[in-house]
Protein backbone atom coordinates (compact mmCIF):
# COMPACT_ATOMS: atom_id res chain seq x y z
CA UNK A 1 0.00 0.00 0.00
CA UNK A 2 1.12 3.09 -0.89
CA UNK A 3 2.45 5.73 1.25
CA UNK A 4 0.86 8.38 -1.04
CA UNK A 5 -2.86 7.01 -0.09
CA UNK A 6 -1.88 6.87 3.44
CA UNK A 7 -0.22 10.60 3.90
CA UNK A 8 -3.76 11.92 1.95
CA UNK A 9 -5.93 10.12 3.82
CA UNK A 10 -3.66 12.00 7.07
CA UNK A 11 -4.29 15.30 5.42
CA UNK A 12 -7.85 14.54 5.04
CA UNK A 13 -8.57 13.35 8.84
CA UNK A 14 -6.44 16.77 9.65
CA UNK A 15 -8.60 19.27 8.14
CA UNK A 16 -11.73 16.71 9.40
CA UNK A 17 -9.99 17.67 12.79
CA UNK A 18 -10.08 21.59 11.85
CA UNK A 19 -13.66 21.31 10.75
CA UNK A 20 -14.67 19.66 13.87
CA UNK A 21 -13.80 22.74 15.63
CA UNK A 22 -15.66 24.66 13.54
CA UNK A 23 -18.95 22.83 13.48
CA UNK A 24 -19.27 22.16 17.27
CA UNK A 25 -18.74 26.36 17.44
CA UNK A 26 -21.84 26.92 15.24
CA UNK A 27 -23.61 23.78 17.11
CA UNK A 28 -22.90 25.64 20.17
CA UNK A 29 -24.87 29.13 18.45
CA UNK A 30 -27.84 27.36 18.94
CA UNK A 31 -29.31 28.16 22.05
CA UNK A 32 -32.34 26.80 23.48
CA UNK A 33 -34.81 28.56 26.41
CA UNK A 34 -37.87 28.11 27.75
CA UNK A 35 -40.15 30.52 26.76
CA UNK A 36 -39.77 33.35 30.43
CA UNK A 37 -36.32 34.28 29.39
CA UNK A 38 -36.84 34.47 25.59
CA UNK A 39 -37.12 37.97 25.29
CA UNK A 40 -34.50 38.64 27.33
CA UNK A 41 -31.93 36.39 25.80
CA UNK A 42 -33.19 37.86 22.35
CA UNK A 43 -31.76 41.34 23.17
CA UNK A 44 -28.51 39.98 24.23
CA UNK A 45 -27.84 37.87 21.35
CA UNK A 46 -28.79 40.00 18.52
CA UNK A 47 -25.44 42.00 19.36
CA UNK A 48 -22.98 39.29 19.47
CA UNK A 49 -23.25 36.76 17.26
CA UNK A 50 -24.07 36.45 13.30
CA UNK A 51 -25.13 32.51 13.35
CA UNK A 52 -27.15 32.27 16.32
CA UNK A 53 -30.72 30.62 16.57
CA UNK A 54 -33.33 30.78 19.75
CA UNK A 55 -35.12 28.29 19.93
CA UNK A 56 -38.06 27.45 22.37
CA UNK A 57 -37.44 24.38 24.27
CA UNK A 58 -41.52 24.25 24.57
CA UNK A 59 -42.67 25.12 21.51
CA UNK A 60 -43.61 20.82 20.42
CA UNK A 61 -45.05 22.18 17.13
CA UNK A 62 -42.34 23.82 15.56
CA UNK A 63 -39.54 22.85 13.05
CA UNK A 64 -36.31 23.06 15.39
CA UNK A 65 -34.13 20.31 16.89
CA UNK A 66 -35.30 19.44 20.56
CA UNK A 67 -32.14 19.81 22.98
CA UNK A 68 -31.31 16.09 22.64
CA UNK A 69 -31.03 15.97 18.84
CA UNK A 70 -28.64 18.97 19.69
CA UNK A 71 -26.64 17.37 22.69
CA UNK A 72 -26.44 14.10 20.15
CA UNK A 73 -24.89 16.04 17.94
CA UNK A 74 -22.83 17.65 19.39
CA UNK A 75 -21.10 14.94 21.08
CA UNK A 76 -21.22 12.69 17.68
CA UNK A 77 -19.13 15.79 16.75
CA UNK A 78 -16.39 15.30 19.43
CA UNK A 79 -16.42 11.45 18.78
CA UNK A 80 -15.32 12.56 15.17
CA UNK A 81 -13.43 15.07 16.25
CA UNK A 82 -11.27 11.86 18.56
CA UNK A 83 -12.00 9.42 15.73
CA UNK A 84 -9.85 11.97 12.95
CA UNK A 85 -7.11 12.43 15.43
CA UNK A 86 -6.74 8.95 16.23
CA UNK A 87 -6.50 8.35 12.41
CA UNK A 88 -3.80 11.23 11.77
CA UNK A 89 -1.96 9.69 15.09
CA UNK A 90 -2.23 6.42 13.69
CA UNK A 91 -0.86 7.28 9.84
CA UNK A 92 1.80 9.29 11.39
CA UNK A 93 3.38 6.61 13.52
CA UNK A 94 3.03 4.12 10.74
CA UNK A 95 4.76 6.49 8.04
CA UNK A 96 7.36 7.91 10.27
CA UNK A 97 8.92 5.29 12.23
CA UNK A 98 8.55 1.46 12.20
CA UNK A 99 5.25 1.40 14.23
CA UNK A 100 2.58 -1.21 12.26
CA UNK A 101 -0.89 -0.98 12.60
CA UNK A 102 -1.97 -4.62 13.55
CA UNK A 103 -5.43 -6.10 12.60
CA UNK A 104 -7.21 -5.31 15.78
CA UNK A 105 -6.56 -2.00 15.43
CA UNK A 106 -7.73 -1.64 11.92
CA UNK A 107 -10.75 -3.80 12.55
CA UNK A 108 -11.62 -1.19 15.43
CA UNK A 109 -11.07 1.78 13.33
CA UNK A 110 -13.20 0.36 10.45
CA UNK A 111 -16.17 -0.50 12.92
CA UNK A 112 -16.20 3.27 14.87
CA UNK A 113 -15.57 5.02 11.56
CA UNK A 114 -18.41 3.35 9.79
CA UNK A 115 -20.75 3.66 12.86
CA UNK A 116 -19.36 7.14 12.90
CA UNK A 117 -20.34 8.54 9.54
CA UNK A 118 -23.69 6.28 9.25
CA UNK A 119 -24.60 8.72 12.63
CA UNK A 120 -23.26 11.68 11.00
CA UNK A 121 -24.59 11.38 7.66
CA UNK A 122 -28.31 10.89 9.25
CA UNK A 123 -27.50 13.61 12.04
CA UNK A 124 -26.49 15.74 9.11
CA UNK A 125 -29.55 15.28 6.86
CA UNK A 126 -31.83 15.29 10.08
CA UNK A 127 -30.07 19.21 10.35
CA UNK A 128 -30.64 19.55 6.51
CA UNK A 129 -34.35 19.69 6.93
CA UNK A 130 -34.49 21.54 9.69
CA UNK A 131 -32.49 24.40 9.14
CA UNK A 132 -31.06 25.52 12.55
CA UNK A 133 -30.09 29.22 11.94
CA UNK A 134 -32.17 31.89 9.99
CA UNK A 135 -29.44 32.97 7.88
CA UNK A 136 -29.18 30.42 5.32
CA UNK A 137 -25.60 31.21 5.11
CA UNK A 138 -24.91 30.02 8.44
CA UNK A 139 -27.18 26.68 7.41
CA UNK A 140 -24.68 26.25 4.33
CA UNK A 141 -21.80 26.52 6.59
CA UNK A 142 -22.57 23.62 9.48
CA UNK A 143 -24.18 20.94 6.21
CA UNK A 144 -20.47 22.11 4.63
CA UNK A 145 -19.05 21.29 7.72
CA UNK A 146 -20.77 17.96 8.93
CA UNK A 147 -21.02 16.52 5.19
CA UNK A 148 -17.03 16.84 4.99
CA UNK A 149 -16.47 14.93 8.28
CA UNK A 150 -18.53 12.55 7.29
CA UNK A 151 -17.23 12.01 3.61
CA UNK A 152 -13.93 12.25 5.67
CA UNK A 153 -14.62 9.47 7.98
CA UNK A 154 -15.14 6.90 4.87
CA UNK A 155 -12.31 7.71 3.52
CA UNK A 156 -10.48 6.62 7.07
CA UNK A 157 -12.69 3.81 6.82
CA UNK A 158 -11.72 2.79 3.22
CA UNK A 159 -7.88 3.35 4.32
CA UNK A 160 -8.43 0.98 7.06
CA UNK A 161 -10.46 -1.93 5.01
CA UNK A 162 -7.77 -1.85 2.39
CA UNK A 163 -5.10 -2.27 5.03
CA UNK A 164 -6.98 -5.01 6.89
CA UNK A 165 -7.39 -6.54 3.53
CA UNK A 166 -3.73 -6.05 2.96
CA UNK A 167 -2.86 -7.56 6.19
CA UNK A 168 -5.01 -10.27 5.56
CA UNK A 169 -3.35 -11.38 2.29
CA UNK A 170 0.10 -10.99 3.81
CA UNK A 171 -1.15 -13.76 6.40
CA UNK A 172 -2.84 -16.14 3.80
CA UNK A 173 0.58 -16.03 2.07
CA UNK A 174 2.72 -16.61 5.21
CA UNK A 175 0.15 -19.61 6.17
CA UNK A 176 0.54 -21.15 2.84
CA UNK A 177 4.69 -20.72 2.88
CA UNK A 178 4.65 -22.42 6.19
CA UNK A 179 1.89 -25.36 4.83
CA UNK A 180 4.68 -25.45 1.92
CA UNK A 181 7.79 -25.65 4.21
CA UNK A 182 6.34 -29.16 5.52
Known amino acids: MGKGLGFSCAILSLGAFIACFGALHLLNQIVQLSDGSLRHYE???STN????????????NGNHLSWLELIYMRWTVVFALLY???????????YMSTFEI?????NTMILVGFVLSTVLLSGTVMIHTREPFVDAWCNEFIYLYLYFIAMTT??????FLSH???LHRSQVRQWGMRIEAR
Open 43 to 45: TLA
Open 49 to 60: SRCQKILEVNNV
Open 84 to 94: SFSVVQLLRAK
Open 102 to 106: NMATS
Open 154 to 159: IVAVAF
Open 164 to 166: SCH
